[in-house]
T-cell receptor, first 112, second 110 residues
């Protein structure tokens, strides 16, 4: 298996623009997680899906952030409108039967 | 915050020495896991210890868990330069949420 695949690897955008981050989990995994990593706040859990259903989105910072998982093989995290404080590395991770997480390589987001 | 905290924040040792990192957390857990992150990469799972276990070994890794103190430690024996990375603990609750600590940056000097 190719592992968790995230795209794009890097994203540079201007404040106010819409940003969409994409994730393909490992086939057969039933849980998917979105994390944000910054030096100041470390790794923050944004949202967690189980069997494509959002279970906990309490970590989503504000209404500008939304996440979807239309099927078992694809998820998106959207920021609209983006702000400079959203600059971070965004990771997607998947797991099977609630065991260990497999992380993607992350998306480095810079909002100017 | 449900994040754990690692201690120390940074650790620098000579190759061949042992490295010990500690993790403290606040909530009840189902299990606790340790991950490694190389610069610019995603996290990689190292070892999992369940709440009813006290110690676990995997190769050069030894993990302990004290649920009464809500703490865990990761010991890397006979360290190598390739062990240089950041190490994170993750607590997993009964709701299957994974919360990561602040990380320990380990530098192993050849």
């Amino acid at each position: 298996d190719a592992g968790v695949i995230q795209s794009p690897r890097h994203e540079v955008t201007e404040m106010g623009q819409e940003v969409t981050l994409r994730c393909k989990p490992i086939s057969g995994h039933n849980s998917l997680f979105w994390y944000r990593q910054t030096m100041m706040r470390g790794l923050e859990l944004l949202i967690y899906f189980n069997n494509n259903v959002p279970i906990d989105d309490s970590g989503m910072p504000e209404d500008r952030f939304s996440a979807k998982m239309p099927n078992a093989s694809f998820s998106t995290l959207k920021i609209q409108p983006s702000e400079p404080r959203d600059s971070a590395v965004y990771f997607c991770a998947s797991s099977e039967f609630d065991e260990k997480l497999f992380f993607g390589s992350g998306t480095q987001l810079s909002v100017l | 915050s449900q994040q754990g905290e690692e201690d120390p924040q940074a650790l620098s040792i000579q190759e061949g020495e042992n490295a010990t990192m500690n993790c403290s957390y606040k909530t009840s857990i189902n299990n606790l896991q340790w991950y490694r992150q190389n610069s610019g990469r995603g996290l990689v799972h190292l070892i999992l210890i369940r709440s009813n276990e006290r110690e676990k070994h995997s190769g050069r890794l030894r993990v302990t868990l004290d649920t009464s103190k809500k703490s865990s430690s990761l010991l890397i024996t006979a360290s190598r330069a390739a062990d240089t990375a950041s190490y994170f603990c993750a607590t997993v609750n009964t709701g299957n949420q994974f919360y990561f600590g602040t990380g320990t940056s380990l530098t192993v000097i050849p």
